[in-house]
């Protein structure tokens, strides 16, 4: 089945703990990116990747970074996470991008406390 | 900065009705105009996308209307029924830097009641 694999599902941190969240895909698409979503907010870009050791920065990459060492994996990483990065995070993939529909997976509830 | 914006905030019709989200843009470099919807606890999905030079799209009970001058694309939903309760995010996208970026508005919650 064709898919885009969070994990954790749920991640409860303390402040200042690093973490990394995982995110792989199975289609072989060139595009991934990473998105949290917060309410009212809708769904803001932190990071993306066009190909391997490709990245860039979105709309909201301060306190984040991202690795693509892989096509298939595209781990997020918060080195010191703080409470206002509290959020549900997605990551998606896409064969080249937004004109061709992201495949999105199912989440990554973080709290920081 | 909110490059699409949506409203209604949130809506609920009665099963049959024909709920309808509306969204608007300012950059007229967009050119692939998509909704995403979303079901609690999953990801967004992609549901209908419609590109600048067409005026409307049809799949199965969604219909994307477009209107290029006024800067404006909205989601019809017909025929409306209780599994279709969920969050519809409008999206656009723009080629920057040799990328494809997808830019979401902030989301509309739709309540079909039974």
């Known amino acids: 089945e064709a898919q885009v694999t969070q994990n954790p599902r749920y991640l409860i941190t303390v402040t200042g703990k690093k973490l990394t969240v995982t995110c792989s895909q199975n289609m072989n698409h060139e595009y991934m990116s990473w998105y949290r979503q917060d309410p009212g907010l809708g769904l803001r870009q932190i990071y993306y990747s066009m190909n391997v050791e490709v990245t860039d920065k979105g709309d909201v990459p301060e306190g984040y970074k991202v690795s693509r060492k892989e096509k298939r994996n595209f781990p997020l990483i918060l080195e010191s996470p703080s409470p206002n990065q509290t959020s549900l995070y997605f990551c998606?993939?896409?064969?080249?991008?937004?004109?061709?529909?992201?495949?999105f997976g199912s989440g990554t509830r973080l709290t920081v406390v | 900065q909110q490059q699409v914006k949506q409203s209604p905030q949130s809506l609920i019709v009665q099963k049959g009705g024909i709920p309808i989200i509306n969204c608007a843009y300012e950059n007229t470099a967009f050119d692939y105009f998509p909704w995403y919807q979303q079901f609690p606890g999953k990801g967004p999905a992609l549901l209908i996308a419609?590109?600048?030079?067409?005026s409307e799209k049809k799949e199965g009970r969604f219909t994307i209307s477009f209107n290029k001058s006024a800067k404006q694309f909205s989601l019809h939903i017909m025929d409306s029924q209780p599994g279709d309760s969920a969050t519809y995010f409008c999206a656009a996208t723009i080629k920057l830097n040799g990328n494809n970026r997808l830019a979401f508005g902030k989301g509309n919650q739709v309540v079909v009641i039974p």
């Open positions: 998606a993939s896409s064969f080249a991008g937004g004109n061709y529909g992201y495949t």
């Open positions: 419609i590109r600048p030079d067409v």
